[in-house]
Every structure is written in structure tokens, then in C-alpha cells.
């Protein structure tokens, strides 16, 4: 049987070479196909992102426009007003020291029977302590002054004054203040009362 190839143009496999065509053209289409998918797919991300950024950015607008019409409508005169009782009210917080029910029993203890206390305000100051207001109503000066000799006999409050505002209700009872230094001992207020009364005569 004669094997020898007598052709004058050799004979190729043309089946292997269609095969690996084929295999790189469908590399190529599928490699196409992805990128299309991916080009696509980070075309409606940037979408998305560029209508966020959008909406973020109306939204920093109108809480601009907000906050621009919300400053025009604050009083800087009441601001400054709440930002200063806020510190005191800050100041009178971190004085742990300063006792309302340790002043009250001061109060309850040296406050004349024609005397009443109508109100009390304290003012802190960083270098003078605490300082109160008193509004007070009496039936007369006397009462008054009594009460103030009797504030200052506790040695708690300082450099007691009336106030020169002093005027008598319709009742005919007398209205008025009095500022002090309020400086309270390390001891209670039960027990500075107890050294102020006079001791019994002994036997």
C-alpha cells in the first residue's frame, strides 16, 4: 500500500485550525459581551451616584437657606441673654458647695414670723462667691432690718445691703430686696444655728 504523498501543495489539518479559530472568536465575543456588561453596569452606577450627588447637594442648599432664615429670625440680645443664664445655670451646678436646702433651712431658721421671702436669685461670681438676691415683703423696716441682723449673725451672708427700691404694696405691707454674699461654713446650717443660740445658764 503506497503512503507517499504526491500532491505538488502539502495537505493541512484544516479541522484543528477551524477549531482554535473558533475557540478565539468566541474568546472574543464573550470578552466583549463582559466589557459591554461592565461598561453598562458602571454607566447606571454613575447614574445613580451622579443623581445622589445631585440630591445631596439640594439638600444642603435648602438646609443653608434654613439655617440662614433661622439665624435672621434669632434676637442676638436674647441669645446672649440664655447663653449668660445657661453659664450661671452651669456655674451654680458645678458649686457643690452651694446647698438650696442647706440655704433654706438658714432661711426657715432666721426669717421673722412678719417676714416672707418671695423669691430668691443667685448670681455666681468666679472671685466674689455667691451671691443672692432676696425679695422679701415685711410688715415694716424694722422686720426687715431684723431679718438682715439675723442673715448676718449666721456668718453665712456677707456684706448684706437693702436695696433702695423698697415701696409699700397696696396690703401696706413693704416690698423689698436684699443682696448678700452667700459663703456657708463647712458645718450645717442646723448646727451654725445651734452655736448662734445662747447657751443656759448653769446651775
Known amino acids: 500500500m503506497i503512503r507517499t504523498n504526491l ?14 479559530l473558533a475557540l478565539l472568536v468566541a474568546a472574543a465575543v464573550a470578552a466583549t459581551l463582559f466589557n459591554v456588561a461592565r461598561a453598562l453596569q458602571y454607566s447606571r452606577g454613575d447614574t445613580r451616584l451622579a443623581a445622589q450627588v445631585s440630591s445631596d447637594e439640594a439638600r444642603a442648599r435648602d438646609l443653608r437657606a434654613n439655617a440662614a432664615r433661622l439665624r435672621a429670625t434669632v434676637d442676638a440680645k ?5 447663653s449668660a443664664d445657661a453659664r450661671e445655670a452651669n456655674d ?10 442647706e440655704l433654706l433651712n438658714r432661711f426657715e431658721t432666721t426669717l421673722p414670723d412678719q417676714v416672707r421671702i418671695v423669691a430668691v ?33 449666721t456668718g453665712a451672708f456677707k456684706e448684706l445691703r437693702g436695696t433702695s427700691e423698697e415701696r409699700y404694696n397696696d396690703k401696706g405691707l413693704l ?17 451654725a444655728e445651734k452655736a448662734r443660740q445662747p447657751e443656759k445658764a448653769k446651775p
Request: aromatic content about 8%; glycine content about 4%.
Open 7 to 20: 500532491s505538488t501543495r502539502p495537505f493541512y489539518n484544516d479541522r484543528a485550525v477551524r477549531l482554535w
Open 78 to 82: 436674647q441669645l446672649d441673654a440664655t
Open 92 to 101: 451654680l451646678i458645678d458649686r457643690r458647695t452651694f446647698s438650696w436646702t
Open 121 to 153: 436669685r443667685p448670681k455666681v461670681d468666679k472671685r466674689a462667691g455667691t451671691l443672692l438676691v432676696i425679695a422679701v415683703v415685711a410688715r415694716g423696716t424694722d422686720d426687715m432690718s431684723q431679718f438682715m441682723d439675723k442673715l448676718e449673725a
Open 175 to 191: 416690698e423689698g430686696t436684699i443682696e448678700t454674699r452667700y459663703l456657708p461654713p463647712a458645718e450645717p446650717a442646723d448646727a
